[in-house]
Protein backbone atom coordinates (compact mmCIF):
# COMPACT_ATOMS: atom_id res chain seq x y z
CA UNK A 1 0.00 0.00 0.00
CA UNK A 2 1.31 2.91 -1.27
CA UNK A 3 2.78 5.62 1.88
CA UNK A 4 -0.09 8.77 2.25
CA UNK A 5 1.70 11.74 2.23
CA UNK A 6 1.70 14.62 4.80
CA UNK A 7 -0.50 17.60 3.14
CA UNK A 8 2.62 20.34 3.57
CA UNK A 9 5.36 17.46 1.48
CA UNK A 10 2.54 17.43 -1.18
CA UNK A 11 1.86 20.65 -1.41
CA UNK A 12 5.85 21.62 -1.61
CA UNK A 13 6.72 18.73 -4.53
CA UNK A 14 2.71 20.19 -6.36
CA UNK A 15 4.97 23.70 -6.03
CA UNK A 16 8.45 22.06 -7.75
CA UNK A 17 6.84 20.56 -10.84
CA UNK A 18 5.86 23.37 -12.98
CA UNK A 19 10.50 24.01 -12.59
CA UNK A 20 11.02 20.15 -14.20
CA UNK A 21 10.30 17.90 -16.57
CA UNK A 22 8.23 14.76 -16.44
CA UNK A 23 7.34 12.03 -18.03
CA UNK A 24 4.58 9.31 -18.15
CA UNK A 25 5.66 5.30 -17.50
CA UNK A 26 4.43 5.15 -21.33
CA UNK A 27 6.77 7.88 -22.35
CA UNK A 28 9.77 5.65 -20.89
CA UNK A 29 8.62 2.67 -22.39
CA UNK A 30 8.31 4.58 -25.93
CA UNK A 31 11.75 5.67 -25.44
CA UNK A 32 13.07 2.21 -24.55
CA UNK A 33 11.34 0.63 -27.97
CA UNK A 34 12.87 3.45 -29.62
CA UNK A 35 16.42 2.88 -28.48
CA UNK A 36 16.12 6.23 -27.32
CA UNK A 37 19.41 6.82 -25.18
CA UNK A 38 19.02 7.36 -21.53
CA UNK A 39 19.67 6.42 -18.20
CA UNK A 40 17.05 5.18 -15.82
CA UNK A 41 17.83 6.43 -12.20
CA UNK A 42 15.85 5.33 -9.48
CA UNK A 43 16.10 7.29 -6.25
CA UNK A 44 14.30 5.20 -3.65
CA UNK A 45 16.18 4.13 -0.67
CA UNK A 46 18.49 0.96 -1.46
CA UNK A 47 16.75 -1.27 0.37
CA UNK A 48 14.34 -0.54 -1.75
CA UNK A 49 16.26 -1.00 -5.01
CA UNK A 50 17.46 -3.91 -3.41
CA UNK A 51 13.71 -5.52 -3.15
CA UNK A 52 13.05 -4.67 -6.75
CA UNK A 53 13.59 -2.33 -9.59
CA UNK A 54 12.74 -1.29 -13.11
CA UNK A 55 15.25 -3.68 -15.38
CA UNK A 56 18.16 -1.81 -16.45
CA UNK A 57 18.17 1.05 -14.22
CA UNK A 58 20.70 2.44 -12.14
CA UNK A 59 20.56 3.19 -8.06
CA UNK A 60 21.29 6.84 -6.92
CA UNK A 61 19.39 7.16 -3.31
CA UNK A 62 17.50 10.47 -3.47
CA UNK A 63 19.75 11.21 0.27
CA UNK A 64 23.44 11.36 -1.97
CA UNK A 65 21.81 11.88 -5.45
CA UNK A 66 23.25 15.68 -5.19
CA UNK A 67 27.13 13.91 -3.37
CA UNK A 68 27.02 11.72 -5.94
CA UNK A 69 25.36 12.52 -9.18
CA UNK A 70 29.05 13.79 -10.23
CA UNK A 71 30.75 10.78 -9.66
CA UNK A 72 27.94 8.66 -11.11
CA UNK A 73 26.92 10.65 -14.59
CA UNK A 74 30.16 13.05 -14.63
CA UNK A 75 28.35 14.54 -18.02
CA UNK A 76 25.63 17.21 -17.41
CA UNK A 77 24.19 16.70 -20.63
CA UNK A 78 23.46 13.35 -19.96
CA UNK A 79 19.51 11.89 -20.75
CA UNK A 80 18.57 11.17 -17.14
CA UNK A 81 14.59 9.81 -15.91
CA UNK A 82 14.70 9.40 -12.32
CA UNK A 83 11.99 7.32 -10.60
CA UNK A 84 10.68 6.97 -7.11
CA UNK A 85 7.83 4.94 -5.50
CA UNK A 86 5.32 7.57 -7.01
CA UNK A 87 6.81 10.54 -8.24
CA UNK A 88 7.84 12.83 -5.00
CA UNK A 89 10.98 12.29 -4.70
CA UNK A 90 12.21 12.12 -8.25
CA UNK A 91 10.31 15.08 -8.71
CA UNK A 92 12.34 16.78 -5.76
CA UNK A 93 15.62 15.24 -7.40
CA UNK A 94 15.18 16.56 -10.87
CA UNK A 95 14.61 20.06 -9.15
CA UNK A 96 18.04 19.62 -7.60
CA UNK A 97 20.07 18.14 -10.61
CA UNK A 98 19.10 20.91 -12.46
CA UNK A 99 19.85 23.37 -10.17
CA UNK A 100 23.64 21.92 -10.29
CA UNK A 101 23.34 21.97 -14.31
CA UNK A 102 22.41 19.05 -15.32
CA UNK A 103 19.99 20.20 -18.40
CA UNK A 104 18.44 16.74 -19.18
CA UNK A 105 16.78 15.47 -16.55
CA UNK A 106 12.96 14.34 -16.22
CA UNK A 107 11.33 12.74 -13.67
CA UNK A 108 8.79 9.65 -14.02
CA UNK A 109 5.13 10.27 -13.14
CA UNK A 110 4.26 7.14 -11.32
CA UNK A 111 7.07 5.98 -10.26
CA UNK A 112 7.81 2.21 -9.39
CA UNK A 113 4.59 1.46 -7.85
CA UNK A 114 2.70 2.93 -11.41
CA UNK A 115 5.29 0.55 -13.21
CA UNK A 116 4.48 -2.41 -11.11
CA UNK A 117 0.97 -2.07 -11.12
CA UNK A 118 0.66 -1.98 -14.67
CA UNK A 119 2.29 -5.27 -14.77
CA UNK A 120 4.99 -4.05 -16.38
CA UNK A 121 8.88 -6.53 -15.90
CA UNK A 122 10.96 -6.35 -12.36
CA UNK A 123 14.28 -6.95 -11.56
CA UNK A 124 14.92 -8.32 -8.26
CA UNK A 125 17.65 -10.34 -6.24
CA UNK A 126 15.86 -13.69 -6.93
CA UNK A 127 15.77 -12.89 -10.79
CA UNK A 128 19.34 -13.19 -10.86
CA UNK A 129 19.91 -16.46 -9.81
Known amino acids: MAKAH ?3 FVQFVDAVRPQICECSIEDVLQRRAA ?7 DVREESEF ?3 RIP ?3 HIGKGVIERDIEEKIPDPKTPLVLYCGGGY ?5 ALNLQQM ?4 VISMDGGFRGWKDAGL ?8 S
Open 56 to 58: GSV
Open 101 to 104: GYTN
Open 6 to 8: GTR
Open 35 to 41: GDPFILV
Open 89 to 93: RSALA
Open 50 to 52: AAA
Open 121 to 128: PLESPQSH
